[in-house]
């Protein structure tokens, strides 16, 4: 069987066109799918985009529609990054408060859904900076919890509404669908095909 992990949320309309495509009518409240491209079963599962990257990186799920910055931090290689999907765009950044005149250079703790990523972008220069690992909303714990948070900026409005300005943008992300680097790719291929097609032009 091949296993598909399709996200929740915000991307759950994009979720159903490619369910729809490989034969499965996704519906609330049901999370898991059964349908069959020719003699290959195929199993969907309804989940949220962390654990989507994280099952895709450890096999447990053979293709995955999530998130960069998710498939970054779990360490998922964009050798298996099979198509972009661009449910949205957004940066990732390093934000402080805007009355910290502080250089970025000076920050000693950093709340953020990315420990993993932070630590690889934040390299030598912040090496002693505390990294804070929280599940989301890190900008509400600037400055009073910590110096500095790194997240995702997409339109700036929720940094804005919390008196935090960016003081380095690291990269663009967008969304992908990835397959596991433990399975084959050439047995994967015919439903990843199906899937690049609902994903065309969506962004």
């Keep these: 069987m091949i296993k598909v992990g399709l996200p929740k949320g915000r991307m759950a309309r994009l979720s ?3 369910g729809s495509a490989l034969g499965a009518e996704i519906k609330s409240p049901a999370l898991r799918y059964k349908t069959k491209l020719d003699d290959c079963s195929i199993g969907i599962y ?6 989507i990257a994280r099952l895709v990186k450890i096999g447990s799920l053979d293709i995955g529609l999530t998130g960069d910055e998710w498939l970054l931090e779990n360490g998922v ?5 099979y198509v972009e999907a661009g449910s949205y765009i957004a940066s990732v950044c390093l934000l402080m408060a805007d009355d910290d005149g502080r250089s970025s250079d000076m920050v000693r703790s950093v709340a953020t859904p990315y420990p993993n990523l932070a630590r690889t972008l934040l390299g030598t220069a ?3 900076a505390r990294i804070m690992t929280v599940s989301g909303s890190s900008e509400a714990l600037v400055p009073d919890v910590c110096d500095a948070c790194l997240d995702l900026v997409e339109t700036g409005d929720t940094a804005l509404s919390n008196g935090l300005l960016v003081r380095k943008v690291f990269q663009r992300v967008t969304t992908h669908v990835a397959r596991s680097d433990r399975a084959d790719p050439d047995v994967l291929g015919p439903v990843l095909k199906i899937i690049a097609s609902a994903t065309e032009g969506w962004s």
């Design 16 to 18: 159903q066109k490619i």
């Design 46 to 51: 309804l989940l949220k985009a962390p654990d």
């Design 77 to 81: 290689s964009p050798d298996c990054w």
């Design 126 to 128: 912040l090496s002693c």
